[in-house]
């Protein structure tokens, strides 16, 4: 069973899941960058990533809905939508590898993933988000600053010239940020 979200292009959403029974999904820095690699080959063809953290149970993604990311699936069961369909096949690849190479089995995420879709004053509430998931590591204690978790979208916005996996231009006009806002907003000044 795999839970899946109803998209709608063009809308903003807070996508999340933890490990199954908040299990530990990153054991070390080989980890976070095979599930990395596993973003770029099946989330980034299909949704604009506005902001996205890796976090040793957990993860946040910040999506802008795209045509292709809200298109439906229809040769299943149930139409699923190509971003579900996505996010499903980089959990399943990812716990496929992970369970390879630490010798387990079963699920490793939690069954459902968790989505909600950026309402009301979807800007402020979306700007929230994206200081939300950029300040996760230090708020859990991990790190004192945010631009020492290595594990989030705050260094693509840290560093302009950097190439990664968020859309930086469109979030910054979608949620009327500057990239100054966005370095402030995650230090919480």
């Known amino acids: 069973y795999f839970c899946s979200m109803k998209v709608i292009e063009g809308e903003i959403y807070h996508v999340y899941n933890r490990g199954n029974q908040k299990q530990q999904l990153f054991f070390e820095e080989r980890?976070?960058?095979?599930?990395?690699?596993?973003?770029?080959?099946?989330?980034?063809?299909?949704?604009?990533?506005?902001?996205?953290?890796?976090m040793p149970n957990h993860f946040h993604f910040l999506i802008h809905a795209t045509k292709i990311c809200a298109a439906l699936?229809?040769?299943?069961?149930?139409?699923?939508?190509?971003?579900?369909?996505?996010?499903?096949?980089?959990?399943?690849?990812?716990?496929?590898?992970?369970?390879?190479?630490?010798?387990?089995?079963?699920?490793?995420?939690h069954q459902k993933f968790k989505s909600r879709i950026m309402e009301d004053d979807k800007q402020e509430n979306a700007r929230n988000v994206l200081h939300y998931i950029h300040g996760n590591a230090e708020k859990a204690g991990l790190v004192t600053r945010p631009e020492d978790w290595a594990f989030s979208s705050f260094h693509e916005y840290l560093n302009p010239e950097l190439t990664g996996f968020c859309n930086k231009e469109l979030a910054m006009q979608l949620l009327d940020l500057t990239r100054q806002d966005i370095l402030l907003g995650a230090i919480g000044v």
């Open 31 to 54: 980890n976070y960058k095979y599930f990395l690699a596993k973003m770029t080959e099946y989330l980034t063809p299909v949704t604009d990533i506005l902001a996205w953290t890796l």
């Open 73 to 109: 699936i229809y040769d299943r069961q149930l139409p699923i939508s190509n971003f579900s369909e996505a996010l499903r096949l980089m959990q399943c690849t990812y716990t496929k590898g992970f369970n390879a190479q630490y010798e387990k089995s079963g699920n490793l995420f």
